[in-house]
């Protein structure tokens, strides 16, 4: 007797469409059929205006789907929001709040008491190693420490979901590996967030996740499964035979 | 994989604890500033012994060349009658409340603006309109209609300082970055929340050089109406040594004007070098 798997993110033909500023009517996504269980890393890439985006806002309510149904732990979208955690392309952290009270915010906005907020606050930042900066500014902090702040914050919250927009490609290629290691940490250090992850890098896309979806002009491509063993060494890793195979099967599709 | 975290974070120390360099500059930056402002004390001392020198000579028509040591006198005299304290204070009230009053409705004002543009379309022309409007021209309108008290003061003031502090509000309120409210609706924020914790920090900057303008215009309202008429208040001092020829005394109430000017302006300053210390430097 097999037991089923929750499916947290459910999407069935969901299409999106924008009117372009010159009134046209432009089809983003082309009915996609998407089933994502939980605890499961999915990575989508494709070139820029294939639609990964918008996909992302789609599950995170920000955008309506002309048609189509899109089910996030059983409810819409909307309702789905407090289970979700967002990290976008910049990190949007709040200049005018420091480190500790960016990451603070979201506990804020759920009203959560001030010293429950502090703790679990302190402790998140801990975690990703910036204890030492919880007072500094964002100005005064790298762009790595922004970004892990960011996470610390998303974090914070405890989402079923996290919903990522290429949130490491503003960093330089060191401090990138650094921040990918340190979230691989986060995310296999407890039980597994689903994880929805937009990039433009193959490589990325393949070393982090269990299984990449390629989009091309609205339309799902190509749908593989990674199959290469955790823990990653994030370094080592585009040695992997499988990992070759499947970045020049997609390089060759894009 | 620890060592390149490690050397992210040291980079992160170096940055923010001043070097030896960074004293060096201090000092250098000191020693101008010392000769900046003996500069400053040279060319007020100079101002002075000009303005002694025309009125001793008596340059100007005699009623106009009063000196300075005059006007020291008559300030010493009016402080010790106590006719200098009162009307200041007159003043100072009616510029406190016009400025704190229409600060509080053009912020708000200029940030619901901000927010909803297509009512700021429509209404857009009328405030411009009533802003190009000379103000001034108003004083003797509040004074028939509230009389030569304080309210005629405050109406004027708060004409000029509302227009200010609201555009200063409205424009902040633009500045927001939209990845801030996409990122607070995922989060489940409600408008309000968005209101208070994003768009009203957002807008403080602006609304903090509105309202250090503002507060200028409001001493220059309140004076102003004070000009045309009024039973207290500076304005109403210089306008009356004015007819009495008594020039002394107005040179001494302007430079006691611009000096309470310059002291608030030194004011908001400080504070909004506090409340602002989250910005970036302007040389970053």
Not at chain 1, 116 to 139: M, N, T
Not at chain 2, 57 to 79: G, M, T, Y
Not at chain 2, 172 to 188: F, N, T
Request: contains cysteine; proline residues 4%; aromatic residues 8%.
């Amino acid at each position: 007797m097999t037991t089923a798997i929750a499916t947290d993110i459910d999407l069935r033909n969901v299409v999106v469409e924008f009117t372009s500023p010159d009134g046209e009517n432009n089809r983003v996504l082309n009915g996609i059929d998407l089933d994502v269980p939980a605890g499961q890393f999915i990575a989508l890439v494709g070139k820029s205006g294939c639609g990964k985006t918008t996909l992302l806002n789609a599950i995170a309510a920000l955008v309506e789907p002309a048609s189509g149904s899109i089910t996030v732990c059983g409810a819409n979208p909307r309702a789905a929001r407090k289970n979700l955690g967002f990290m976008p392309a910049r990190d949007a952290l709040l200049p005018w709040r420091s480190a500790l009270g960016n990451v603070e915010y979201g506990l804020e906005l759920r009203g959560v008491g001030k010293q429950e907020r502090r703790v679990i606050s302190r402790k998140w930042l801990d975690a990703v190693r910036l204890s030492s900066a919880e007072k500094l500014w964002p100005w005064q902090l790298s762009q790595g420490m922004r970004q892990r702040v960011a996470l610390a914050r998303t974090w914070a919250l405890d989402p079923e979901i996290l919903l990522m927009d290429e949130p490491f490609a503003a960093l330089d290629v060191t401090t990138r590996v650094a921040v990918q290691e340190e979230f691989l940490r986060l995310w296999q250090s407890e039980r597994r967030k689903t994880v929805v992850f937009v990039t433009h890098d193959l490589g990325e896309a393949i070393g982090l996740a269990d299984r990449v979806v390629l989009l091309a002009d609205g339309d799902v491509l190509y749908d593989v499964d990674v199959g290469i063993e955790r823990p990653r060494d994030l370094r080592d890793i585009a040695a992997d035979p499988r990992f070759q195979e499947i970045h020049h099967r997609l390089r060759s599709a894009i | 994989m620890s060592e390149v975290l490690k050397v992210d974070v040291g980079t992160a120390i170096d940055e923010i604890a001043p070097g030896s360099r960074a004293r060096q500059q201090g000092r250098a930056d000191r020693r101008r500033t010392v000769f900046v402002r003996c500069l400053q004390l040279g060319i007020l001392i100079g101002w002075f012994a000009l303005w002694q020198l025309t009125a001793e000579l008596q340059i100007l028509d005699p009623v106009l060349s009063k000196s300075p040591v005059q006007a020291w006198e008559w300030f010493v005299q009016a402080v010790e009658s106590g006719e200098l304290w009162s009307n200041t204070m007159a003043t100072m009230t009616a510029v406190l409340i016009s400025w704190v009053l229409a600060s509080v409705v053009g912020a708000v004002f200029g940030l619901a603006l901000g927010l909803l543009p297509t009512v700021e379309r429509v209404i857009a022309p009328f405030l411009d309109a009533a802003n190009a409007m000379p103000r001034i021209a108003l004083a003797p309108l509040f004074i028939v209609a509230f009389g030569i008290g304080i309210t005629a003061k405050v109406a004027l003031a708060c004409t000029l300082v509302f227009f200010i502090v609201m555009s200063g509000a409205r424009a902040g309120v633009r500045s927001v970055d939209q990845e801030w409210l996409r990122m607070s609706a995922v989060m489940g924020a409600s408008k309000l929340q968005v209101f208070v914790k994003i768009l009203f920090p957002v807008a403080t900057p602006a609304i903090f050089a509105a309202l250090r303008l503002g507060l200028i215009y409001a001493l220059l309202g309140v004076v102003g109406s004070e000009l045309i008429s009024a039973k207290d208040g500076l304005g109403q001092l210089i306008s009356k040594y004015s007819s009495l020829f008594q020039m002394e005394a107005v040179y001494a109430i302007l430079i006691l004007l611009s000096l309470g000017a310059v002291l608030l302006n030194l004011l908001m300053l400080a504070a909004e070098q506090w409340l602002l210390r989250w910005q970036a430097p302007s040389d970053m």
